[in-house]
C-alpha cells in the first residue's frame, strides 16, 4: 500500500484547510485510515481515524469540534478537514492505514506541512 498526502500550506490563524490522503496498492485489505502530526520539537499525535467496514470516526480531543475525518471509497481518498485553524495546529501531518485491528498503522504517507500563522 502506498499513500500519498498533501493539501497542506500556509494559513492564517481562523482559516481552514482540506488535507487528501490517496491510497494505492492493496487497499482492500485495511482496517481503519488515521491522520497523525507531528510539531517541531514535539512528537507525533494521534488526530483523527475513519474505519472502512462502517465509516465510523474519531477525533482527538484537542481537534474535535473543528477538525473533520471522512473518506470517498470510490476515490480510495482519505480527506482531513482541518477549521478555525490555530497557530498551535502547526505540523507536519500524515495519514496512515492500519491493516487490521491488531496490526497498528504499519503503512504511512510522507507527511504534508500545514503552516498557521498568528
Known amino acids: 500500500v502506498q499513500l500519498q498526502a498533501s493539501g497542506g500550506g500556509l494559513v492564517q490563524a481562523g482559516g481552514s484547510l482540506r488535507l487528501s490522503c490517496v491510497a494505492s496498492?492493496?487497499?482492500?485489505?485495511?482496517?481503519?485510515t488515521g491522520w497523525f502530526r507531528q510539531a517541531p520539537g514535539k512528537e507525533r499525535e494521534f488526530v483523527a481515524r475513519i474505519t472502512w467496514s462502517d465509516g465510523s470516526t474519531y477525533h482527538a480531543n484537542s481537534v474535535k469540534g473543528r477538525f473533520t475525518i471522512s473518506r470517498d471509497n470510490a476515490r480510495n481518498t482519505v480527506y482531513l478537514r482541518l477549521n478555525s485553524l490555530k497557530p498551535e495546529d502547526t505540523a507536519v501531518y500524515y495519514c496512515?492505514?492500519?491493516?487490521?485491528?491488531?496490526?497498528?498503522?504499519?503503512?504511512w504517507g510522507q507527511g504534508t506541512l500545514v503552516t498557521v500563522s498568528s
Open positions: 496512515a492505514i492500519a491493516s487490521s485491528t491488531r496490526s497498528g498503522y504499519n503503512y
Open positions: 496498492g492493496r487497499t482492500f485489505s485495511q482496517y481503519a
